[in-house]
T-cell receptor, first 114, second 113 residues
Framework: NAGVTQTPKFRVLKTGQSMTLLCAQDMNHEYMYWYRQDPGMGLRLIHYSVGEGTTAKGEVPDGYNVSRLKKQNFLLGLESAAPSQTSVYFC?????????????FGQGTRLTVV | GENVEQHPSTLSVQEGDSAVIKCTYSDSASNYFPWYKQELGKGPQLIIDIRSNVGEKKDQRIAVTLNKTAKHFSLHITETQPEDSAVYFCAASVTSGTYKYIFGTGTRLKVLA
C-alpha cells in the first residue's frame, strides 16, 4: 500500500522557471492538501481540495496554483519560481468526516530556487 | 485568523525523563487536535490525537491533555528513549466543512543517552 506519493523528491529551479509537483494517493480520500515547511514556521497550508474538481486557498496561496482533475491526484504548480519558494513541500490526504480525521503525509519534495 | 502556537521550539531531555510540549489555539470551533512526529527526511506521522469531548488520552508512553476553556493542549512523553528524538507538531482542526489542519511551528526534541 503506497499511501501518499510525491514526485519529484528533489528539484533545483532557476528563478522564473515553472514546474509541477505531483501528489498521488491510493486511499480513495476526498480531501487533499499542499503544505510548505520552512525552518521555524512549521507547516503552512498553501491550497487544499475537498473533492475531485474542487480547490481552495490556504494560508499562503500566492505564487502557486493547483488542480484536482482526478480524485487520486493533486497537482501543485509554480508558474514563475522565486527564491522565496525554496522550501520543503508536503502533500497530505484525508477521508474527512467527523470520525475519519487523520491526515496522511507524503515524504516531501525539497525544492531549491536559485 | 486561525492560529496555533507551540512551545518550546527545542527541548533536550535525558533518556528516561519526561518531555512536555504545549500548544494553544485560537479558533474556538476547533474540535480535533492531532500530534504528529516527523523524523529526519520523512513526512509527519500521526502519533496520537484527541477530540474536544475528551480531556485526556493515553497510549503507552504518550498522553495528550486538552483544556477547552483555556484553549490549551499538551503532549506528554514519559520514559523518553533515543528513538523519540524527532520534530513534533501539534495541530487543530474543525471536523466539518473543509477539515483544514492548522499546525504549530514544531518542537525539536532531543533525547540524550
Amino acid at each position: 500500500n503506497a499511501g501518499v506519493t510525491q514526485t519529484p523528491k528533489f528539484r533545483v529551479l532557476k528563478t522564473g522557471q515553472s514546474m509541477t509537483l505531483l501528489c498521488a494517493q491510493d486511499m480513495n480520500h476526498e480531501y487533499m492538501y499542499w503544505y510548505r515547511q520552512d525552518p521555524g514556521m512549521g507547516l503552512r497550508l498553501i491550497h487544499y481540495s475537498v473533492g475531485e474538481g474542487t480547490t481552495a486557498k490556504g494560508e499562503v496561496p500566492d505564487g502557486y496554483n493547483v488542480s484536482r482533475l482526478k480524485k487520486q491526484n493533486f497537482l501543485l504548480g509554480l508558474e514563475s519560481a522565486a527564491p522565496s519558494q525554496t522550501s520543503v513541500y508536503f502533500c497530505a490526504s484525508g477521508s474527512g468526516g467527523p470520525l475519519n480525521t487523520e491526515a496522511f503525509f507524503g515524504q516531501g519534495t525539497r525544492l531549491t530556487v536559485v | 485568523g486561525e492560529n496555533v502556537e507551540q512551545h518550546p521550539s527545542t527541548l533536550s531531555v535525558q533518556e528516561g525523563d519526561s518531555a512536555v510540549i504545549k500548544c494553544t489555539y485560537s479558533d474556538s470551533a476547533s474540535n480535533y487536535f492531532p500530534w504528529y512526529k516527523q523524523e529526519l527526511g520523512k513526512g509527519p506521522q500521526l502519533i496520537i490525537d484527541i477530540r474536544s469531548n475528551v480531556g485526556e488520552k493515553k497510549d503507552q508512553r504518550i498522553a495528550v491533555t486538552l483544556n477547552k476553556t483555556a484553549k490549551h493542549f499538551s503532549l506528554h512523553i514519559t520514559e523518553t528513549q533515543p528513538e523519540d528524538s524527532a520534530v513534533y507538531f501539534c495541530a487543530a482542526s474543525v471536523t466539518s466543512g473543509t477539515y483544514k489542519y492548522i499546525f504549530g511551528t514544531g518542537t525539536r526534541l532531543k533525547v540524550l543517552a
